[in-house]
T-cell receptor, first 111, second 115 residues
């Protein structure tokens, strides 16, 4: 069974540029999560989807971050414009019940 | 709301020695508990989980953890570590009986196994 797929794995951009991350969850998993992991810290939830609906986005900085999950499968997380402080690893996870399975993450570096 | 405290940021041990990584949590509701491992430049892999039942849970790679409700702890143990166990370990909680609820993570413990 294929795991959670994320792309790109690494991204380097200049500040004020836009960037997008893509996630394909495990087949059949209705719940999809985006987490932010700063260096030396544990992941923190940005947004959670139940099928197409964003049900927990209280931690998403909506002035510059947006996300979508069209058709309840793949998801895209976008930052526009990026700031230096956005440099981090962006992790996608999916779950069917209580266990969350994580992708390898996208490491973003903003210069 | 929940919070997780991992009491040691770094734990160095020698190969074949036992190890314990400590985790305490705080929550106003019942929680499920998890330990994840993260190798460099990789995502998180589930080691073990406690949902209900026996308070001693066994996971992959020879790890086990014990849920102590009175002390609100969920410490991770391994009787004999290998070089390959060197990684970052995260303790996490989620709201019990709420399918799909967010994970709240601790800050992580870097386990370094030396020869």
């Amino acid at each position: 069974e294929a795991g959670v797929v994320q792309s790109p794995r690494y991204k380097i951009i200049e500040k004020k540029q836009p960037v997008a991350f893509w996630c394909n969850p495990i087949s059949g998993h209705n719940t999809l999560y985006w987490y932010l992991q700063n260096l030396g810290q544990g992941p923190e939830l940005l947004i959670r989807y139940e099928n197409e609906e964003a049900v927990d986005d209280s931690q998403l900085p909506k002035d510059r971050f947006s996300a979508e999950r069209l058709k309840g499968v793949d998801s895209t997380l976008k930052i526009q414009p990026a700031e230096l402080g956005d440099s981090a690893v962006y992790l996608c996870a999916s779950s069917f019940h209580y266990e969350q399975y994580f992708g390898p993450g996208t490491r973003l570096t903003v210069t | 709301a929940q919070s997780v405290t991992q009491l040691d940021s770094q734990v160095p041990v020698f190969e074949e020695a036992p190890v314990e990584l400590r985790c305490n949590y705080s929550s106003s509701v019942s929680v499920y508990l998890f330990w994840y491992v993260q190798y460099p430049n990789q995502g998180l892999q589930l080691l073990l989980k406690y949902l209900s039942g026996s308070t001693l849970v066994k996971g992959i790679n020879g790890f086990e953890a014990e849920f102590n409700k009175s002390q609100t702890s969920f410490h991770l143990r391994k009787p004999s570590v290998h070089i390959s166990d060197t990684a970052e370990y995260f303790c996490a909680v989620s709201e019990a009986e709420t399918s799909g609820s967010r994970l709240t993570f601790g800050e992580g413990t870097q386990l370094t196994v030396n020869p």
